[in-house]
């Protein structure tokens, strides 16, 4: 890329080194003065969703410590700005694979006949819970991998909207898709590292109950193991906050899968508490979000496909027509073409947040972008090569 005069060049998103690198910090420009602890300065639960407007803001979000609203309020503003880019990124990832996942579903999946001998035999052997529980595992699994495959593009094209969008700058679908590509392999590592490091912590949480139980005393296995539970799910949700940041620092820093892990976990650290309550409230927006579409038309798919909503209040298993399928498929890709962006936006703008206040990415930001009094490109920071300005 050529870097004239004309266009500034992209921020620099590896951690700043050299002699022109600012110290790191907890604030920006104006925000001077004592921050407090972590988790009680400027943008933390403590202050409200406002913040001062005085900072430069190029693009969707001032270029300070933002707070939780101004997060979720920057990764809907990405949706407007970007609409045609964001929206159209979304929904072809999303139409994809829930067609594939609706193909593996109807063509291998659709038969719920073993199932159904497991509710006719209130004693099953456990050879018999395993032929018949095979298709339902083997069914998960397929839909996983290719939900995975499918959040893995949208990740990382849309993080790299995000980079720009925080810049003010606009960016086609080839550009965020000809800057994301090489690193897709190792996004594909990270997002199965980390929940494979989860089911490890489970599975060693339980195991303890479930050797008990294989000697015979099926009752005190069945405590053990769910005590196990109980110490593996805080755990699990430790590990995931802890390296909920890994993402974006993989993109934009353009790191390797346990670089960007132990970057994660650096970013995240005497922030935990903030961080997993942004997660979370995302989360829980996500859901809603989520059921307002899919409740309808799924409603819509058992009218029109046949089936009985009762039979699926009660937990009944029943076969499932191809209308159901397409039905309940076409919802779940409006459901992901405008949640998709919310969670990948949310998580991008938590990374910068955190680096703003720890390492004056703020300052950064507006070199890149142009905003006038904060000078050009320190000598120390070389602009990327790549085109995109997570490189």
Not at 60 to 70: C, M, S, T
Request: a neutral charge.
């Amino acid at each position: 890329m050529n870097w004239s005069k004309e266009q500034p060049p992209a921020a620099q998103w590896a951690p700043p080194t050299g002699p022109g690198a600012a110290p790191p910090t907890e604030s920006g420009p104006g925000w001077g003065g004592p921050s407090g602890p972590e988790g009680w300065g400027h943008g933390n639960w403590g202050t409200g969703w406002a913040q001062p407007s005085a900072a430069a803001k190029p693009g969707i979000i001032p270029l300070r410590p933002l707070g939780v609203g101004e997060i979720l309020d920057g990764a809907v503003s990405t949706m407007r700005a970007h609409w045609r880019t964001v929206l159209g990124i979304s929904l072809a990832v999303a139409v994809v694979t829930q067609a594939a996942t609706t193909l593996v579903t109807g063509l291998w999946f659709r038969d719920s006949a073993g199932l159904e001998g497991l509710e006719d035999n209130p004693n099953p052997t456990l050879d018999e819970t395993a032929d018949a529980l095979t298709g339902t595992f083997a069914s998960l699994g397929v839909t996983w991998l290719i939900t995975m495959l499918g959040t893995i593009v949208a990740t990382a094209m849309l993080t790299v909207i995000v980079s720009r969008a925080v810049l003010g700058r606009p960016v086609s679908m080839a550009e965020s898709w000809s800057s994301s590509r090489q690193q897709l392999p190792r996004l594909f590592g990270l997002l199965f590292l980390v929940p494979l490091i989860i089911a490890v912590v489970a599975t060693l949480a339980m195991t303890p109950g479930l050797v008990l139980s294989s000697t015979g005393d099926s009752d005190g296995g069945a405590a053990l193991a769910s005590l196990g539970v109980l110490v593996a799910v805080p755990v699990a949700v430790w590990l995931w906050i802890r390296f909920s940041l890994a993402a974006p620092a993989l993109m934009l820093e353009r790191q390797g899968v346990i670089a960007s892990m132990r970057r994660s976990a650096r970013l995240v650290r005497r922030a935990w508490w903030r961080i997993f309550g942004i997660q979370l409230l995302t989360v829980i927006l996500i859901f809603f979000v989520s059921a307002v579409i899919e409740i309808p038309t799924s409603i819509i798919a058992m009218t029109t496909g046949g089936e009985s909503a009762m039979d699926w209040l009660a937990g009944e298993s029943v076969p499932t027509s191809w209308t159901f399928l397409i039905v309940v498929g076409i919802g779940a890709v409006i459901s992901s073409t405008v949640t998709f962006p919310i969670s990948a936006g949310v998580t991008a703008l938590l990374y910068m947040d955190q680096r703003i206040r720890r390492e004056a990415l703020d300052l950064e930001l507006a070199r890149a972008a142009g905003v006038p009094g904060y000078g050009t490109q320190p000598q120390g920071l070389q602009p990327p090569h790549d085109t995109s300005p997570g490189s």
